[in-house]
């Protein structure tokens, strides 16, 4: 697991966005597996001044981790719609390369096989991830057991709570999600998982370090052999005071 910390969220999106740049321009079909939510914001953004400079993202495909159960793709909340906001419009990938899961179909068990399907058919060369305070990966929340293909899933309280943040006040809050499983975001060549803000601090320590364990999702990247966690100063809190103890031991 590589650690690569930053003064602050924009130098580290920027990191991460000259590594997709790179991964863009390197492959002939590049696949992008990307995340929503408030942490990725200013990668995309960066993508897109990128785009604006020239780069081309007519040969991409992106496939998205996961998406809310019961909202429409133009509801404002939707994933969809978070991407459609803040990379697609902006971009020249095509329509028709972009994937997310209907989290409005009346068949929710096939839409998680047409997903897996989607997945198998496009391996992912790099995998964006957020973490949630929990350490959830996609929305793999924190069980007894953990799942490896896309699958349905019921928010943790925690989740919804922070969720909670992108709606209107009174307005429902999902509960259910469709996300993509943990073999899946593994099968990925390349994993960046980026966090930034120290609410992150505890669920990265916990992704880190210890042994790979149900409640904390994200610890299963241990397994992975090219991950990288781009944090802020703040989210690396814990790290970084465990790296200072660290060396002040074998100091002494
Ligand atoms: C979103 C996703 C989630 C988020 C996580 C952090 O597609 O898969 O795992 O990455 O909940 O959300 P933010 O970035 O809003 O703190």
Redesign the pocket.
């Known amino acids: 697991m590589n650690i690569r910390i930053f003064p602050d969220s924009q130098t580290g999106s920027v990191y991460a966005a000259a590594i997709v740049e790179y991964v863009i321009k390197s492959l002939p079909s590049p696949v992008l597996g990307?995340?929503?939510?408030?942490?990725?914001?200013p990668l995309y953004e960066e993508l897109v001044r990128f785009h604006k400079r020239g780069l081309s993202f007519a040969h991409v495909t992106t496939i998205?981790?996961?998406e809310y159960v019961g909202l429409s793709a133009s509801h404002p909340q939707s994933?969809h719609h978070f991407m459609y906001r803040h990379l697609f419009q902006h971009v020249d990938v095509r329509p028709d390369r972009t994937f997310i899961p209907d989290g409005s179909a009346s068949d929710l068990a096939a839409e998680c096989a047409r997903y897996d399907d989607v997945i198998r058919n496009h391996p992912i060369d790099i995998q964006i991830?957020?973490?949630?305070?929990n350490g959830?990966?996609?929305?793999?929340e924190p069980d007894s057991a953990l799942k490896a293909h896309t699958h349905v899933v019921r928010l943790a309280k925690e989740?919804i709570a922070?969720?909670s943040?992108?709606f209107k006040p009174g307005e429902a809050v999902p509960v259910e999600a469709i996300?993509m499983g943990l073999q899946s975001i593994l099968l990925a060549k390349q994993i960046l998982l980026?966090?930034?803000?120290e609410?992150?601090a505890e669920a990265v320590a916990n992704a880190v370090y210890g042994d790979v364990r149900t409640s904390s999702p994200a610890s299963v990247l241990q397994l992975h052999p090219n991950v990288t966690f781009v944090l802020d100063e703040a989210a690396a809190k814990l790290v970084l005071e465990r790296e200072q103890a660290q060396a002040s031991g074998s100091a002494r």
């Open positions: 990307l995340a929503t939510g408030s942490t990725p914001i998205n981790l996961d994933y991830l957020g973490i949630g305070v959830h990966i996609g929305f793999n989740t922070a969720n943040r992108f996300t980026l966090a930034f803000g609410e992150k």
